[in-house]
């Protein structure tokens, strides 16, 4: 009996020190993830503000980093004269894991053709990009940087490409006080069935200009030149006048980058070949 009753105390003690092992791992892992987030916010900061803070255009790559949760919605005239709709538009989740360095998750596309086309996912792609060189509007108001995107032949119904992609892309911009230049150039390499889907050179130019805090009207040039597949030859382009609402501010820290970002556009074509018209495209962005 007296073994019992020494036992019992003796229980109370472990697990007592159990709990405060607990609490302590608890409490030091909890400092780990704060430290870790802290540290992460710092280097974004940082990082970020050695570029220049021009909004993300409608259609254009942008020359800088980003770390935003975006998504669009695009509406598309088919030569058929059918309404295709673009539900997210291959947008996602852009982080910047490292000193110059951003990554991206881009989330397959929801396609619904509103004819006798199948809707379904398109293809599921990441992007890495590497920024070379850079000014804030203090220092130069430019940037310049090389990216590459690859994709997954993940579309359901022929809504996706025949097989993977690699897009290697230079993308360059400068300030001009309130007015700004940025422009991308890249290509598009089927790993196979080169033959069927061909490559793409892909271009696009904006022009921004800041009015008020808050307001940035632009017009952007998207253009594609064909070379093989059933298209070789051939060269799209459409004229894109759009507006930017950048930025809504959560909160009134100057050190938190939390906003929201609206805007849209209309992609009109400008030649006698292309694929759609009318492409009206509304966006939504969040920085964090």
């Given at each position: ?198 490559r793409a050179v892909v271009w696009n130019a904006v022009g921004q200009y800041q009015v008020g805090k808050l307001l940035w009207p632009e017009i952007e040039s998207n253009a594609t030149f064909y070379h093989g597949g059933p298209n070789d030859g ?55």
């Amino acid at each position: 009996m007296g073994e019992i009753v020494v036992a019992k105390p003796l229980v109370y003690v472990c697990a007592l020190v159990v709990l405060v092992a607990g609490a302590d791992i608890g409490a030091a892992g909890q400092n780990a993830a704060t430290e870790f987030l802290a540290s992460w916010e710092n280097r974004v900061r940082d990082t970020l503000a050695q570029q220049p803070s021009w909004p993300i255009p409608v259609v254009t790559s942008s020359s800088g980093l980003l770390q935003v949760l975006r998504t669009d919605v695009v509406r598309q005239i088919a030569s058929a004269g059918t309404d295709t709709w673009n539900y997210d538009n291959s947008k996602g989740f852009n982080v910047v894991p490292w000193y110059r360095v951003e990554f991206d998750v881009l989330a397959p596309p929801y396609i619904q053709h509103n004819s006798a086309a199948k809707d379904g996912f398109g293809d599921f792609s990441m992007l890495l990009k590497y920024r070379l060189a850079a000014g804030n509007e203090s220092h130069g108001d430019y940037s310049v940087s090389f990216a590459v995107t690859g994709t997954l032949p993940t579309g359901s119904y022929k809504n996706g490409s025949l097989a993977d992609t690699v897009s290697p892309t230079v993308c360059a911009g400068k300030g001009f006080g309130h007015f700004d230049v940025q422009s991308t150039v890249g290509i598009i390499l089927p790993t196979g069935d080169t033959a069927k889907l061909g490559r793409a050179v892909v271009w696009n130019a904006v022009g921004q200009y800041q009015v008020g805090k808050l307001l940035w009207p632009e017009i952007e040039s998207n253009a594609t030149f064909y070379h093989g597949g059933p298209n070789d030859g051939r060269v799209q382009n459409f004229v894109t006048p759009g507006l930017m609402v950048s930025k809504f501010k959560l909160e009134n820290d100057p050190r938190n980058r939390l906003a929201l970002i609206f805007g849209g556009g209309m992609q009109i074509a400008t030649t006698q070949f292309h694929s759609y018209n009318h492409g009206l495209i509304l966006t939504a962005r969040m920085l964090f």
